[in-house]
C-alpha cells in the first residue's frame, strides 16, 4: 500500500526540479512527486506530496528528510493526513489545512451525510419527540 507524505515549509521560488532532487537518492521507492503551485502564478504554494511504495520507506524518508534545508528553508516531511470528504474534525495541518478545513466544513454544512440525516434537527426535536409519543400512544390503544 503507498503512502503519501506532506512536505512543508518550502521557498515559493522552489521549481519542481529542485524538489524532485530532494528525492533522488529514493526514486526507486517513490510513486509519484508532486509540487503544489499556485494556478495564476506559477510559483510554488510552500508545499508538495510524495507518494512512496511501503510503509517502511515512508518512515526512513521522514525520518532522513524532515529538518533538512532546502534553499534557507527547513523542510517539515511528515505522513500526510487522510482526505475525507464531508468529515466536520480540523485537521491538524499547520500550513494550508486549515483553509482546507474551512472549505470542507462549508460543503458539510450543505450536503446532508447519511449520518447528519439520521439525527433530528436540533430547533425541532421537542416537537419531534411529542410527536413520536402521540403516535406510540395511538398504536398501543388500538
Same mark, same amino acid.
Given at each position: 500500500? +503507498?503512502?503519501? *507524505?506532506?512536505?512543508?515549509?518550502?521557498?515559493?521560488?522552489?521549481?519542481?526540479?529542485? =524538489?524532485? #532532487? /530532494?528525492?533522488? $537518492?529514493?526514486?526507486?521507492?517513490?510513486? +509519484?512527486?508532486? *509540487?503544489?503551485?499556485?494556478?495564476?502564478?506559477?510559483?510554488?504554494?510552500?508545499?508538495? =506530496?510524495? #507518494? /512512496?511504495?511501503? $510503509?517502511?520507506?515512508?518512515?526512513?524518508?521522514?525520518?532522513? *528528510?524532515?529538518?533538512?534545508?532546502?534553499?534557507?528553508?527547513?523542510?517539515?516531511?511528515?505522513?500526510?493526513?487522510?482526505?475525507?470528504?464531508?468529515?466536520?474534525?480540523?485537521?491538524?495541518?499547520?500550513?494550508?489545512?486549515?483553509?482546507?478545513?474551512?472549505?470542507?466544513?462549508?460543503?458539510?454544512?450543505?450536503?446532508?451525510?447519511?449520518?447528519?440525516?439520521?439525527?433530528?434537527?436540533?430547533?425541532?426535536?421537542?416537537?419531534?419527540?411529542?410527536?413520536?409519543?402521540?403516535?406510540?400512544?395511538?398504536?398501543?390503544?388500538?
Amino acid at each position: 500500500m +503507498s503512502i503519501r *507524505l506532506y512536505v512543508g515549509n518550502l521557498s515559493r521560488d522552489l521549481e519542481r526540479q529542485d =524538489f524532485e #532532487t /530532494v528525492f533522488s $537518492d529514493y526514486t526507486e521507492d517513490l510513486v +509519484s512527486v508532486k *509540487l503544489i503551485s499556485d494556478k495564476k502564478t506559477g510559483k510554488c504554494r510552500g508545499f508538495g =506530496f510524495v #507518494t /512512496v511504495k511501503t $510503509d517502511e520507506k515512508a518512515d526512513e524518508i521522514v525520518s532522513a *528528510l524532515n529538518g533538512q534545508v532546502l534553499q534557507d528553508m527547513p523542510l517539515k516531511v511528515e505522513k500526510a493526513l487522510p482526505r475525507t470528504k464531508g468529515d466536520d474534525a480540523p485537521e491538524a495541518r499547520s500550513e494550508g489545512g486549515s483553509k482546507r478545513s474551512k472549505s470542507n466544513n462549508r460543503k458539510a454544512s450543505t450536503s446532508s451525510s447519511s449520518s447528519a440525516a439520521a439525527q433530528p434537527d436540533p430547533r425541532w426535536a421537542d416537537e419531534l419527540e411529542k410527536l413520536k409519543q402521540m403516535l406510540a400512544t395511538q398504536t398501543t390503544s388500538s
